[in-house]
């Protein structure tokens, strides 16, 4: 690892787990190409967190100048994220009023239940998941709210729609400059394994967070699902990996459910390469059970 890299990522460790704080310390400020750094953290999708954490713990360490861009950075963050946590919460609405159930995962939702702070996780789009009946009806919702259908489809019927192999459509909104991931199931059909969906919503509970009220995968699912998404990108980006490992964190995991859902499924081998990696690259301390079942 790269010393631009390794700063990065001790930033991240700093971020999980405050007593790991004397590792910023170990970091060769003097010898560190920060305009690196900071291209390296927009690449790997961690600038906020990073900018934070430079901003608490190391403002002895960072130049005054990559201080500033930190602070400018947080409030460019926190603005754009209050404005899809607005457009997030008209949709959930619009689903609602629509007889839709409706699953928010990833975007605000993880921001809001892993990282505790919305101006901590950039996101450029937001999910939803529903059940396979109700595509059509989804699809009309987010129509009828100013939305375009982006993905190109069989056919519009509601049995042309559930033909991409994503399992997912894409909704454009010019005017709000927005996009809209409309799921039917958690995982592309390249993986080997699936998450039942209709085990996932029943499995499902309510998060109230920021005066907003949303059905959550629970932590079980989510963490399984976060394993998938980053394995797919071969965890080509940290934030993959800070994802989980804030999750993990943040989350109460029933252990036991979720290794016997994650052997019901076959994607027992793809969680434990997932913790193996949290502790290896982010320190993460899981509990000596897992650590054995790993």
């Known amino acids: ?41 927009k690449l790997h999708s961690v600038e906020p967190v990073v900018a934070r954490v430079l901003l608490q713990h190391g403002s002895d360490l960072a130049p005054q100048e ?7 950075r947080l409030v460019r963050v926190t603005a754009k994220n209050l404005l899809w946590l607005e457009e997030w919460r008209r949709l959930m609405q619009t689903f609602q009023k629509a007889g839709v159930p409706v699953l928010s995962f990833k975007g605000p939702a993880l921001a809001l239940t892993a990282y505790h702070n919305l101006s901590l996780r950039e996101f450029h789009d937001l999910d939803f998941l529903v059940h396979p009946r109700d595509v059509a009806q989804g699809r009309d919702a987010l129509l009828g709210a100013g939305y375009v259908l982006w993905s190109p489809v069989a056919r519009e019927t509601a049995e042309g729609l559930l033909l ?29 394994f ?12 309510i998060e109230r967070r920021e005066e907003a009220e ?45 290794i016997l859902v994650a052997e019901a499924s076959g994607c027992d081998s793809l969680l434990k390469h997932t913790l193996l990696l949290c502790g290896r690259v982010l320190g993460i301390d899981l509990p000596e059970e897992v650590k054995r079942h790993c």
């Open 164 to 192: 991409s192999k994503n399992r997912q459509l894409r909704f454009t909104n010019s005017d709000r400059g927005t996009t809209v991931d409309l799921h039917w199931a958690m995982l592309h059909t390249m993986f080997s």
């Open 214 to 258: 949303f059905l959550s995968l629970s932590p079980e699912h989510l963490l399984l699902y976060l394993c998938a998404h980053g394995a797919k990108d071969c965890w080509s980006s940290l934030s993959e990996l800070c994802d989980v490992a804030a999750h993990m964190q943040a989350q109460e995991i029933n252990w036991d459910h979720c």
């Open 66 to 72: 990559v201080l500033q861009r930190c602070r400018d």
């Open 194 to 205: 699936q998450l039942d969906v209709e085990q996932v919503f029943h499995a499902a509970r």
């Open 1 to 41: 690892m790269d010393l631009e890299t390794n700063a990065i990522v001790q930033c991240l460790k700093v971020f999980l787990s405050s007593a790991s704080e004397t590792a910023l310390r170990d970091v060769p400020a003097r010898q560190l190409d920060w305009q690196a750094v900071e291209e390296k953290a």
